[in-house]
């Protein structure tokens, strides 16, 4: 194949001759059409962030990560973390988590997973930390 050969279809014939100079012709499938295959540059995730003050009946928010390469047809998965014990808190799903009283004294962040839908290549980013979380002070 060569350059200018896309949407082409192709067929090879080969002839073979005997001792006799009797012969005998066969050709293959038709094989087609031609496609250059879609070569992407590789997926790159940056670094999220997390916004937001670390108070009980606040939002916390990640961002959405910067994303080059890749297909660009991607899933993006948000999950929160407690930083102090490195387990995931279900209560959260999104990009956004309101502080409940059961987060008080921890530090959150944010882990983004990123999947390619067309090349299945993924990526896993970390935000910052944000906390421990504390209960907002009223002024007196």
């Known amino acids: 194949m060569q350059a200018g050969d896309d949407s082409k279809f192709f067929r090879v014939t080969s002839k073979a001759t005997d001792d006799a100079s009797q012969s005998m012709n ?4 038709v094989v087609g059409p031609v496609t250059t295959p879609i070569v992407y ?3 790159v995730v940056g670094d999220p962030v997390v916004t937001g003050d670390a108070f009980v009946g606040y939002t916390l928010t990640c961002s959405e990560p910067t994303i080059t390469g890749g297909s660009g047809d991607v899933q993006i998965v948000y999950s929160w973390i407690d930083a102090n014990s490195k387990a995931g808190e279900a209560s959260y799903s999104g990009n956004t988590a309101k502080i409940i ?3 008080l004294g921890k530090t ?9 839908q067309v090349t299945g290549d993924t990526a896993q ?9 504390n209960r907002p002070v009223i002024p007196e």
């Not at 959150?108 to 390619?116: A, E, K, P, S």
């Not at 980013?125 to 979380?133: D, F, K, L, R, T």
Request: glycine residues 4%; negative net charge.
């Open 26 to 29: 066969a050709n293959s499938s």
């Open 41 to 43: 540059d590789p997926l």
């Open 101 to 103: 009283d059961y987060d």
């Open 108 to 116: 959150m962040y944010c882990i983004v997973l990123v999947t390619d």
């Open 125 to 133: 980013v970390e935000s910052n930390h944000v906390g421990p979380i």
